[in-house]
């Protein structure tokens, strides 16, 4: 199995990916928002790039239909939901199609929703992911948003985890990782020893200034979620 890493959606064409089961990670948040959204009950999400295109299908999907918006880690006004996981309570999304638009997390799944198979990668799902992974035996993209076109180092930790998990089932001889993705997982067992670490991401301490200590706590944990979304036709569902 052969897994490359992508640092930003912004360094991929579309077709270089064509081959690879594609694992899309905007850890803080969009990827744990989504999972958490299919985990508590959601009927599906819908990822896309502008605010008009989210209004737009609340416009006509009716009452069924939350608009879910955030810029600048911050909840558009008028909207039914942020980009905070814990507002996709199951009493909020249970049943519930949700119109999504985020900074970046929507952006880098509209760069590949032509891939045969897209899925969302967070690590409160990650065990079940990568269980999926390992039954399909197909090389992986492990698609990291990133924060504003940089590199955000909090989605390569979230890569190198699910590497790393990977890596406990896989004989070293059977997994190949590009650079990017050695230098990940390093990092993510860095930081599992020192948590300290993390305190240095741009994004991480953003998100502190902003008082939203309780999302990423709730984003850093792991194998808590067997949500597992798998885009079809532009439209994350339920496996």
Do not use: W
């Not at 928002?33 to 990822?47: F, H, R």
């Not at 996709?88 to 880098?108: D, E, H």
């Not at 940089?150 to 985890?161: E, K, P």
């Amino acid at each position: 199995m052969n897994v490359k890493v992508v640092a930003t959606y912004k360094d991929v064409a579309e077709r270089e990916l064509r081959d690879r089961i594609v694992v899309v990670i905007d850890l803080l948040r969009a990827s744990t928002t989504i999972v958490q959204a299919i985990e508590n009950g959601a009927q599906s999400v819908i990822p896309v790039d502008t605010l008009d295109a989210a209004a737009n299908i609340k416009r006509n999907r009716g009452e069924d239909t939350l608009l879910a918006c955030e810029r600048e880690a911050k909840k558009v006004e008028g909207c039914d939901l942020g980009n905070s996981p814990q507002e996709f309570t199951t009493f909020r999304v249970r049943r519930k199609v949700i119109a999504l638009s985020t900074t970046n997390g929507s952006r880098a799944i509209q760069r590949v929703k032509g891939n045969s198979v897209v899925m969302v990668g967070a690590l409160r799902n990650r065990k079940r992911l990568c269980a999926f992974l390992l039954e399909q035996k197909f090389d992986i993209a492990l698609l990291c948003a990133g924060t504003d076109g940089d590199v955000s180092a909090d989605d390569l930790y979230c890569a190198g985890a699910i590497i790393s998990c990977l890596r406990e089932t896989l004989e070293n001889r059977e997994l190949e990782i590009d650079d990017l993705g050695y230098m990940a997982e390093i990092f993510y067992n860095n930081a599992k020893a020192d948590p300290s670490l993390l305190t240095g991401i741009k994004h991480y301490r953003r998100l502190q200034e902003l008082g939203l200590q309780k999302d990423i706590d709730f984003c850093f944990s792991e194998d808590k979620s067997d949500a597992l979304p798998v885009l079809v036709d532009g439209i994350y569902l339920v496996d």
